[in-house]
Structures are given as C-alpha cells and as structure tokens.
C-alpha cells in the first residue's frame, strides 16, 4: 500500500473508535472509550503498520476519546505507548480543539497546515466532519474496488487517500479513496 512517488501523499483519516455513552451531552468531550474501543484502537495501528502507513504527522482533536483512540492506534502500530518504547521515528502531534465538532472545510483547513515534507498525515476526529471530508476528498467515493463513502465512516474505521500534491494544495476531489478498514464487519 505505500507509494514510491515522492510527489505523493496520503492522508489517513480516522474516526475515533467506541465511546462509553454518555448522559449529559455537557461532558460529551469527556466521554472515554469503551472496551471495544479500545481494543479497534489497537487493531486500527496495526493495520496501518502491516501497510506501511506510520503517520509523520497526527493532527487529534482534543476530546477524550479522540486522544484515547490515538494512544490505542500508536500502541498498536509499536506495541507501545506513544511516549516510550522502542527507538524510531515518532511522528509529530498536534492536539487541535477546533478537530472537534469541526465541519469538513475546517478540517481541509488543518491538513492544509502539515509541514511539507511529511509524507503521511493522520486525522482523528469526529462524524460527520470526518465523514464528510472523506467525500469532499473525493466525490465519487469508489476507487478500482469500488470503495464507498457515501455511508460515512463507523468508529475505528480509516479511510485512506491519496494526494498528489502537496498538503497546503489539498482541495475538493483532489485526494482519491484507495482503501477503507474497520476491525468489524
């Protein structure tokens, strides 16, 4: 799944795993995730790993869940917590509050803002932001495989897209689908 283009990016986008349901919408932000959350976490880092998709850069809204899911997919990717562990590369993360509640466009907005020489960007954020930017990267929403977006993402589901160009050029049907993966059917 990796690419050789040097010109190439890809861009990862994640929709956080499972939360505990919450009862006062207030502390919606709060909510942590379920076991199976945590567990999808996982299996989404080492799917990413088994395909060569390590992030350079992870851009996380700020909600708990959101944070959680990134601790979960690093663990799965490393078989250790992102702050320690073995030696290598550790990707840049930038906590964003506005990932949260954030509408499509906003969130093109913060990709637009990885530094140029990362080669792959993950984005953890929410429905149907994360959802919609998915089907603003590409409206056709199929790909060779016929891989749909028009369902919007499940939790711990990751959609894959590639960018031909660079990062702060990213725009509408500019970042065709290549793959899509849930640890559920």
Do not use: F
């Amino acid at each position: 799944m990796t690419d050789a283009d040097p010109d190439t990016r890809t861009l990862v986008l994640l929709r956080h795993a499972k939360a505990e349901q919450g009862s006062d919408a207030a502390d919606d932000a709060e909510r942590p995730l379920s076991a199976r959350g945590n567990a999808d976490a996982a299996a989404a880092g080492a799917w990413l790993a088994h395909h060569g998709l390590l992030p350079d850069v992870v851009i996380c809204s700020t909600a708990r869940r959101t944070r959680q899911t990134w601790h979960g997919v690093a663990m799965g990717m490393t078989g250790s917590p992102p702050e320690g562990g073995p030696t290598g590369p550790r990707p840049t993360v930038r906590y964003e509050p506005g990932a949260y509640d954030a509408h499509p466009e906003e969130l093109l907005s913060l990709v637009r803002t990885v530094d140029p020489a990362a080669r792959t960007a993950l984005l953890i954020a929410h429905n149907p932001g994360i959802s919609l930017l998915s089907a603003l990267l590409d409206p056709d929403g199929a790909d060779d495989e016929g891989l749909r977006t028009d369902e919007g993402l499940r939790t711990a589901e990751l959609a894959v897209h590639r960018c031909p160009l660079g990062w702060a050029e990213l725009s509408r049907a500019g970042a065709p689908l290549t793959a899509r993966h849930t640890a559920r059917d």
